[in-house]
């Protein structure tokens, strides 16, 4: 009686063929428990009420935005690492039945792990290492003369070409794959009363801890941030022309702003040769000076083989441009200006464009490649070029017997 108060009768007769069911609890549990199972067994089963039938297909995704995508390419990083500490050695006397001066039986602890950076090629940024960095600590040592275990290695994979600094002065080079180099020592570990035993103290009662690990501050960079660097002032459009040439997505749009980032492309050619593209971000006039984040900006481009320079043909006097780009960067680094490079005039579908192509062509000596990135115009004299810099830069590293850098 009381559950047909609750359920229908449609309800019983699905309950009534369902014989593995045996009552285990109070009428209401039961009724409650039923009446979820009801729901759950129309859910799976209705297809004749289109009220209850719901929709099985399989939940699908959110879609991230392209935003959020968007890995940015670091070449430099401050990691701060320590080494593990060492385990405690321990005071302990061996206990034995009628065994009455056992003696010291005290272990040491293990020794603390170290914290090794290690070169691979897989890896291309140093955007997956972090800014702090502790190995594995020793475990103490035991009774019956048992050594505490040593703590494991930690190892950080970093770019093959990261150089190692401390206090402005390089540590190690790590230019080949599977090359390691310890960063932080692990501390030793501690003494038991067993390794104080001696025959002028049989019960010694000292027992050390163990040490703290090695602290230390490094600065990580890459010799190599990519092949070509697309160098150039704010808005001359160097994220589209990335974009255009690569599968990289820097952030575009059409109002004025600068990216604060650097992103990595990579071009493909027919061969399987893979040529990296860094559109580094855009530097203003005085950089060299540390105006806004011009020392930080300049250093990206000093991590490049090769040079692009993109050279807005909109504007008038695009020659400017290019004086003022090589300037900076010869005042930052001599000679950085003089590494073998390219002059890109961008925004060619302008109309004003192309007047001042034919005035650029005049005032500069080097070849310069007139494209558009919004359109894609002229793309194909860009990419042949870029190769031919990739095979000069090859035959020049072979030449001195040194691995160039792959992609």
């Not at 859910?43 to 699908?60: V, Y």
Request: positive net charge; charged residues 25%; aromatic residues 8%.
């Amino acid at each position: 009686m009381l559950g047909s108060k609750f359920l229908s009768s449609r309800t019983w007769a699905l309950l009534d063929g369902l014989r593995q069911w045996r009552p285990v609890y109070s009428p209401l549990i039961q009724i409650c428990l039923l009446q979820q199972q009801v729901k759950s067994w129309q859910r799976i089963l209705s297809t004749s009420c289109a009220k209850c039938a719901k929709n099985q297909r399989l939940k699908q995704k959110r879609a991230i935005s392209e935003k959020k995508l968007t890995r940015y390419f670091v070449d430099h990083r401050r990691v701060c690492v320590i080494g593990g500490h060492g385990g405690q050695g321990i005071n302990s006397f061996h206990s034995e039945p009628r065994k009455e001066f056992g003696g010291p039986d005290g272990g040491n602890g293990g020794d603390g792990g170290h914290v090794i950076l290690k070169a691979d090629q897989q890896i291309k940024s140093l955007a997956s290492v972090l800014p702090f960095y502790r190995g594995f600590d020793g475990e103490r040592g035991r009774s019956k003369d048992c050594y505490g275990a040593n703590g494991g290695y930690m190892y950080i994979k970093v770019p093959v070409g990261t150089l190692v600094k401390e206090d402005g002065k390089t540590v190690a080079d790590l230019a080949q794959h599977g090359e390691e180099y310890v960063a932080a020592y692990g501390g030793t570990g501690g003494k038991g009363n067993r390794f104080f035993l001696s025959n002028e103290n049989r019960a010694p009662m000292t027992a050390t801890l163990g040490e703290s690990g090695q602290e230390r501050v490094l600065h990580l960079e890459l010799k190599t941030m990519a092949h070509a660097g697309l160098v150039g002032f704010p808005n001359a459009g160097k994220s589209s022309l990335l974009r255009a040439i690569s599968n990289a997505k820097p952030a575009v749009a059409p109002y004025p702003f600068t990216t604060l980032n650097p992103h990595v492309g990579i071009v493909h050619y027919q061969d399987y040769e893979q040529v990296a593209v860094a559109d580094v971000p855009g530097i203003i006039r005085g950089a060299h000076l540390n105006r806004g984040l011009g020392l930080a900006f300049l250093r990206h481009i000093e991590h490049c083989r090769f040079l692009l320079f993109v050279v807005d043909l909109s504007v008038s006097e695009p020659w400017i441009q290019l004086q003022d780009l090589k300037y900076e960067l010869e005042q930052y680094e001599e000679g950085l200006s003089k590494r073998p490079h390219a002059v890109i005039g961008n925004k060619i579908d302008l109309p004003q464009s192309k007047a001042n192509l034919l005035l650029l062509k005049e005032r500069v000596e080097q070849r310069v490649i007139p494209l558009s990135a919004l359109t894609g115009d002229n793309l194909e004299e860009l990419l042949l070029h870029l190769r031919d810099l990739y095979d000069a830069y090859v035959n020049t590293e072979q030449s001195r017997r040194q691995n160039p850098v792959k992609w």
